[in-house]
T-cell receptor, first 114, second 112 residues
Framework: QQQVKQSPQSLIVQKGGISIINCAYE??????FPWYQQFPGKGPALLIA?????SEKKEGRFTISFNKSAKQFSLHIMDSQPGDSATYFCAASPEETSGSRLTFGEGTQLTVNP | DAGITQSPRHKVTETGTPVTLRCHQT?????MYWYRQDPGHGLRLIHY???????DKGEVSDGYSVSRSKTEDFLLTLESATSSQTSVYFC???????????FGDGTRLSIL
């Protein structure tokens, strides 16, 4: 079963707009939540990550919002640029056990139009 | 980029043949992982290793085996390939607890 649900499957945003991708998880043992960005022909690359002791983390134009009680977290991309067009994956793991095995969401294909 | 090399990058083979994919790292990281990526499923863990000769199963391990005889190499073997194993395979490495996983650029495997 899919323990991390991601939405939407695809997203089209105009340049300068805000892109929002949402994820929900089930396993309360998860305590590390990274987001990966993937370009065609490449492997996923870590974009930003959060642990549940904070509700928000910002790095440049990228922000993760985390709601522990709702078991949800989201990625916000401010001032979206055509170069942000990629597939984004949320993931979760129980960091200190099970080899920190990541469980991934299904992915969101983001297109930013010029 | 993390020092991860996957080989081959592309392979086409026939059902029933054995296939071995290689992941080589130059970072001396303890943990290594094999994932497969399929549309609508994201990435799913096949097997992982937490040290030389120490491996464990992931969520989609049936039909796959792994070996790690050296820190730098993690091999994924399909003993008898099936069409359902057509996928893109990614290797990842991780140094220690609290550190993120870094991915290679993948192997595209087609089984006809």
């Amino acid at each position: 079963q899919q323990q991390v649900k991601q939405s939407p499957q695809s997203l089209i945003v105009q340049k300068g707009g805000i892109s929002i991708i949402n994820c929900a998880y089930e396993n309360t043992a998860f305590d590390y939540f990274p987001w990966y960005q993937q370009f065609p022909g490449k492997g996923p690359a870590l974009l930003i990550a959060i642990r549940p002791d904070v509700s928000e983390k910002k790095e440049g134009r990228f922000t993760i919002s985390f709601n522990k009680s709702a078991k949800q977290f989201s990625l916000h991309i401010m001032d979206s640029q055509p170069g942000d067009s990629a597939t984004y994956f949320c993931a979760a793991s129980p960091e200190e056990t099970s080899g920190s095995r990541l469980t991934f969401g299904e992915g969101t294909q983001l297109t930013v139009n010029p | 980029d993390a020092g991860i090399t996957q080989s081959p990058r592309h392979k086409v083979t026939e059902t029933g043949t054995p296939v071995t994919l290689r992941c080589h790292q130059t970072e001396n990281h303890r943990y290594m992982y094999w994932y497969r990526q399929d549309p609508g499923h994201g990435l799913r863990l096949i097997h992982y290793s937490y040290g030389v000769k120490d491996t464990d199963k992931g969520e989609v391990s049936d039909g796959y085996s792994v070996s790690r005889s050296k820190t730098e190499d993690f091999l994924l073997t399909l003993e008898s390939a099936t069409s359902s194993q057509t996928s893109v395979y990614f290797c990842a490495i991780r140094d220690s607890r609290g550190q993120p996983q870094h991915f290679g650029d993948g192997t595209r495997l087609s089984i006809l």
